[in-house]
């Protein structure tokens, strides 16, 4: 294992027990940003500014101390729109009426900065939502978990009674793509429960 020290800058659950199930070992040190969609900003660009933004506000934080900072954005994209977090009971049951019964993209920026240097990476899931009535939307606002996501679902969640299909990373939609984060991590000299298992099975 490097001697390089990990940092996750989010202090959400859903990305701590995803890089939990990969082995690392990591401190917390959320980032504080303005996550503003600037005017005309495509989706792709957006998430990736921001996972920068996180790394790099850590990172700085930290100067640069020898740390790896990872840092992650997810959005949801429908007709070319970003779907935040929802404001209020209207703005989230408005996002469940326009992705009820149709497909959108879960958009996820990845990136990881180490001595100066970003290393990011976007990764894409389409999912599809059942038909959806007032009265369903309305119970999921209900439950709480719609608001502190994008989109105004958790598919980890009761949100994944919401959703027909997936094609791509489930991890992704979650907030954190581990196949690919992984393959970050292993660039950077970071080995995970993985690599250690491969290493460790492969002598003589």
């Given at each position: 294992m490097s001697a390089t020290a990990l940092v996750l800058a989010s202090a959400s659950p859903r990305r701590r027990e995803l890089l939990d199930r990969l082995g690392v070992s990591y401190t917390i040190d959320p980032a504080d940003i303005?996550?503003?969609?600037?005017?005309?900003?495509?989706?792709?660009?957006?998430?990736?500014?921001?996972a920068r933004e996180k790394a790099s506000a850590v990172a700085s934080r930290r100067g640069e101390d020898g740390c790896a900072?990872?840092?992650a954005d997810t959005t949801v994209v429908i007709d070319g729109?970003?779907?935040?977090?929802?404001?209020?009971?209207?703005d989230g049951l408005a996002m469940l009426a326009r992705l009820s019964g149709r497909a959108h993209t879960v958009m996820t920026a990845v990136c990881l900065r180490r001595a100066g240097e970003d290393h990011c990476e976007i990764v894409e899931t389409a999912v599809e939502f059942v038909t959806l009535d007032r009265a369903t939307c309305e119970a999921y606002l209900a439950s709480g978990e719609a608001w502190d996501k994008a989109g105004g679902y958790g598919i980890q969640g009761l949100g994944g009674a919401l959703v027909r299909r997936i094609d791509g990373s489930y991890s992704n939609v979650v907030g954190l793509p581990l196949a690919e984060t992984r393959g970050m991590l292993a660039a950077?000299?970071?080995?995970?429960?993985?690599?250690?298992?491969?290493t460790e099975g492969s002598g003589t």
């Open positions: 303005d996550e503003t969609v600037r005017a005309g900003e495509a989706p792709g660009d957006y998430v990736t500014r921001m900072v990872l840092a729109d970003i779907l935040g977090k929802p404001a209020d009971e209207l950077c000299g970071l080995a995970t429960a993985l690599d250690t298992a491969q």
